[in-house]
DNA sequence: ATGCATGAGTA
DNA sequence: ACTCATGCATA
């Protein structure tokens, strides 16, 4: 089934299945596309050249070190002991079903990669400056310590504590509307003239923002918004993370997932304000579920030499994977992972260029 | 607030 | 095996 996959009633045309933002910050896109130009790669003599791979990316690595902050926590004393365990998929038979699939905001489409060559390693080495290739990337972390995310907030008043719904809805259906905005046309809906479906970036920060206002307001914390959003019975919505909301107020998602869980959001926004305005009460259950899932956590060298191979070769292949695993003494899966992951930190909204 | 992870949907 | 949306665990 083609489901969700399909956004807008009106194919604009089959082959764009490309619903990239509006014009401001299309490069997203564009920036990791343009990683691939390789202008040489005959180079590679012999096999020698993941080797070199390596120990150039350690290199740049430790010249970041120098370069860059060295936190106040561990200096390296991380344990990243367990890293060896090999399916830590704690048996997802624990309680808390792992069923919930409620991407009902998913876009899925196909971001046409490629595979870019990988030959150009060395050769980019060499041009590479330690700072530049490595700067923008790290540094992007340090929180601010004071999270006064409105915590104990006191969520007396409409506190839909319901963590813990083992949904089991098999919510497919409804595919928000990723319309593929018209690039070019959109005038600027000064005021959200378009009702609810405004691809703007400008628009998404500002309601981001309008949001967590309300929501302190109302003393709400994000988890509590997560959870509560499953009382809406939108139909295909469930619960959300803090995380998520967390991640919807700081404009890190991708601009995708702003725009489609805005509505969700805003929903939740006003029912609960008049809610409050009612007096009402909800029943509150607990929860229940225990299951630990321990975080795998990557030593600073470790990461360190990630991000300089990163800065090379975003999409490193299987093998490489495998030969910078070793490497680093890590599972082969964490390493990959930990690409993954950063590829999609590229795409977020916040960062991403042209914002 | 964010790092590492899972899973559905794709290619 | 990747992308994307999400979440658990944790700094």
Known sequence: MMSMNSKQPFSMHPMLHEPKYTPLHSSSEAIRRACLPTPSLQGNIFAGFDETLLQRA?????VDIVAQKSHPFKPDATYHTMTSMTSMTCTPTSSSAHLHHPSVLTSHHHPGHHQ????????????????????????????????????????????????????????????MNMHAHGLGSHGSLGGSGGADAEPDPRELESFAERFKQRRIKLGVTQADVGSALANLKIPGVGCLSQSTICRFESLTLSHNNMVALKPILEAW???A?????????????????????KRTSIAAPEKRSLEAYFAVQP??????????????????NVVRVWFCNQRQKQKRMKFSATH
Do not use: W, Y
Request: with cysteine; hydrophobic share 35%; aromatic share 0%.
């Open 58 to 62: 350690e290199a740049l690595a430790a």
């Open 116 to 175: 870019p060559a990988q030959g150009l390693e060395g050769d980019l080495l060499d041009h590479l400056t330690p700072g530049i290739s490595l700067g923008g990337m790290s540094t992007s972390d340090v929180c601010s310590t004071a999270s006064h995310t409105a915590h104990a907030a006191a969520a007396a008043h409409m506190s839909a504590i319901n963590h813990m719904q083992h949904h089991h809805h098999h919510h497919h259906t409804q595919s």
């Open 269 to 271: 926004l006003e029912e």
């Open 273 to 293: 304000e008049r809610a409050q305005r009612e007096k009402m009460s909800k029943p509150e259950i607990f929860n229940g579920g225990d299951k630990k899932r």
């Open 315 to 332: 999409r490193p292949s299987s093998e490489k994977i495998a030969a910078i695993a070793e490497k680093l003494d890590l599972k082969k």
